[in-house]
T-cell receptor, first 112, second 113 residues
């Protein structure tokens, strides 16, 4: 699976949009981009994933560049409860025998 | 559904002792995995399984054994605990092949003295 690069930390004001970048310049054509987050010491929580097109769900939006070498997770109106470590992962979906490899992620701090 | 259940939540061991961390899921997921998390290190994959009877090593498998006799259970065994295995351990499961969303347990905090 391709490796990803994320900034170690970011700050965001409550109510503003949080834009978390991720570089995955070696991504293959059949690899998806996944985002998870981990609040305090809880188990990580799935946020969203996508292949080529931008995706949106009730939690966030995922913007993938046309060349697919980078992506941005957008939390449209960050709250204090969004303070967490955010992990960007790329992997092949539906491929037996592969595993999700987590990096160190980005620590997002939302302040009032 | 209970989701992914890990036991125990906390455990203290002495060096050289053995123990098993239990993981069970009730979602009929084929894929299960174990991660460990150390401060500043993110999550590192220990072992994973794509179905009953099938297991494979992850990034940091040394010192750990696993087995998958049923779809529901995926225990992680420490045969001779070492202080370096002090960590928080997470079990996760997902649909076939590990595709889609991974569901995580609440974690097991292990301290080896």
């Amino acid at each position: 699976d391709a490796k990803t690069t994320q900034p170690p930390s970011m700050d965001c004001a409550e109510g503003r949009a949080a834009n978390l970048p991720c570089n995955h310049s070696t991504i293959s054509g059949n690899e998806y981009v996944y985002w998870y987050r981990q609040i305090h010491s809880q188990g990580p929580q799935y946020i969203i994933h996508g292949l080529k097109n931008n995706e949106t769900n009730e939690m966030a939006s995922l913007i993938i560049t046309e060349d697919r070498k980078s992506s941005t997770l957008i939390l449209p109106h960050a709250t204090l409860r969004d303070t967490a470590v955010y992990y960007c992962i790329v992997r092949v979906a539906n491929q037996a025998g592969t595993a999700l490899i987590f990096g160190k992620g980005t620590t997002l701090s939302v302040s009032s | 559904n209970a989701g992914v259940t890990q036991t125990p939540k906390f455990q203290v061991l002495k060096t050289g002792q053995s123990m098993t961390l239990q993981c069970a899921q009730d979602m009929n997921h084929e894929y299960m995995s174990w991660y460990r998390q150390d401060p500043g290190m993110g999550l590192r994959l220990i072992h994973y399984s794509v179905g009953a009877g099938i297991t494979d090593q992850g990034e940091v498998p040394n010192g750990y054994n696993v087995s998958r006799s049923t779809t529901e259970d995926f225990p992680l065994r420490l045969l001779s605990a070492a202080p370096s295995q002090t960590s928080v351990y997470f079990c996760a499961s997902s649909r076939s092949g590990g595709a889609g969303e991974l569901f995580f347990g609440e974690g097991s905090r292990l301290t080896v003295l």
